[in-house]
């Protein structure tokens, strides 16, 4: 690893400079990189027409017709959000929300509930309540998905490059950490030679 420091003692940015080029360039690539929407509905009609509202914004369209397929979908792969219907069978919207909160990886992704049905208070509340981010009647305006859609997409995008700062910053402190210790240690082992050099000088002059 460079020592960050010149021949002359003077302190060099270059890799400074470097390290901060590097993470430019991959913050860049999270902007470029394609975003995951999930789509969640046991209507396969309802998934072409939000796929079609959704078609031109350039994001990769992940379609799920139950509470199994999504559990699959999220395996190994990142979603900004995730557009979940409520009224499914087998598993409601409201179980398969549950479900996601509870694992790791999506903990902490917006889900925002589309329905058709009971848009009661009581149910509203039992949307949020098991993690929600907007709960949404059918039939919504597009132009309010798209705008809704777009300002999650673009905090998962931040999320992602301060992510990637933070694994940046935790790699120079360590990379430095690591040169002051050999710093150090050569520090020592000069001292050490210097002192034994002029014992040998004063036993010479003895």
Sequence with gaps: ?????????????????????????????????????LIV??????????????????????AAHSGR???RA?????????????RMPEMDGFEIASLLREREQTQHTPIIF????????????????VGAVDYMAKPFDPVILR????????????SLQLKQLNEELERRVTERTEQLAEANRD?????????????EVRLLNT
Excluded: C
Aim: net charge negative.
């Design 1 to 37: 690893a460079q020592s960050g420091w010149a021949p002359d003692g003077e302190r060099s940015d270059a890799p400074v400079e470097g390290a901060y080029a590097n993470l430019e360039q991959r913050q860049r690539t999270v902007l470029e990189d394609q975003v995951n929407i």
């Design 187 to 199: 520090l020592t082992r000069e001292v050490t030679e210097r002192r034994r050099a002029e014992s």
């Design 147 to 158: 705008a809704k859609i777009g300002v999650f997409v673009e905090l998962h995008q931040k």
């Design 69 to 71: 397929e999504v559990l």
């Design 114 to 129: 589309l329905t058709a049905g009971d848009n009661s208070q009581d149910k509203v509340f039992l949307g949020y309540s």
């Design 41 to 62: 509905d046991d209507r396969q009609e309802n998934i072409i027409a939000l796929e079609a509202i959704l078609g031109d914004m350039g994001y990769n369209i992940v």
């Design 74 to 86: 999220v395996l190994g792969r990142e979603f900004a959000v995730i557009l979940l219907d409520v």
